[in-house]
């Protein structure tokens, strides 16, 4: 089945630093790519959506500067945290829509750790 | 606004023991609701889409199923390998509502003890 593949799973860095993650979808194109944060036992809460060749819709509360997401191609979406800080620690996990709609895929997840 | 919410927030079965989550939703049109297992520091596992109420979907000793204001996941005999965290997500109807944007529940946290 569709897979989407996200990386790095884990990252810890120092505070200042940017964190760059790579969202790919596999088998398929994914013309719409999703990023979610995740705090510990919380659920998932959309950031921003990814749109290819176009720029991100990013959800209210979201800084447009601090996560910088780019949809260069139908396989790839990243998102940049810029100048990291620890309240920016979490769990960041994108998603991507396929040409049958049906079924979202996910990715699995990457652990932000801001030092 | 849209909203989800999960009922019980942790749930502990011994296995064998047959019991139901619940996902209550409000939502402008429902294009879609989606449950998934989330395993700890993994992405959520997709399982069931239902578009309309009355439909029902099964997956081994899972059973989804939809109503106009709620939907059930149903457990049949669980297996301690069914711990883990289900999601409910709904995805709202609408001109301009990108596909995929979803809005989650809480989880429950289902714990099934051997």
């Known amino acids: 089945g569709a897979v989407v593949s996200q990386h790095p799973s884990r990252v810890i860095c120092k505070s200042g630093t940017s964190v760059k993650i790579e969202c790919r979808s596999l088998?398929?194109?994914?013309?719409?790519m999703f990023w979610y944060r995740q705090f510990p036992k919380q659920s998932l809460m959309l950031m921003a959506t990814s749109n290819e060749g176009s720029k991100a819709t990013y959800e209210q509360g979201v800084e447009k500067d601090k996560f910088l997401i780019n949809h260069a191609s139908l396989t790839l979406s990243t998102l940049t945290v810029t100048s990291a800080h620890p309240e920016d620690s979490s769990f960041y996990i994108c998603?991507?829509?396929?040409?049958?709609?049906?079924?979202?895929?996910f990715g699995s997840g990457t652990q932000l750790s801001v030092l | 606004e849209d909203q989800v919410t999960q009922s019980p927030e942790a749930l502990r079965l011994q296995e064998g023991e047959s019991s139901s989550l619940n996902c209550s939703y409000t939502?402008?049109?429902?294009?879609?609701l989606f449950w998934y297992r989330q395993d700890p520091g993994k992405g959520p596992e997709f399982l069931f889409t239902l578009y309309s109420a009355g439909e029902e979907k099964e997956k081994e000793r899972l059973k989804a199923t939809l109503t106009k204001k709620e939907s059930f996941l149903h457990i049949t005999a669980p297996k301690p390998e069914d711990s883990a965290t289900y999601l409910c997500a709904v995805l709202p109807g609408g001109g301009g509502t990108s596909y995929g944007k979803l809005t989650f529940g809480q989880g429950t946290i289902l714990t099934v003890h051997p």
């Open positions: 939502v402008s049109g429902l294009r879609g």
């Open positions: 998603s991507a829509v396929g040409v049958t709609n049906e079924k979202l895929f």
């Open positions: 088998d398929f194109q994914a013309t719409t």
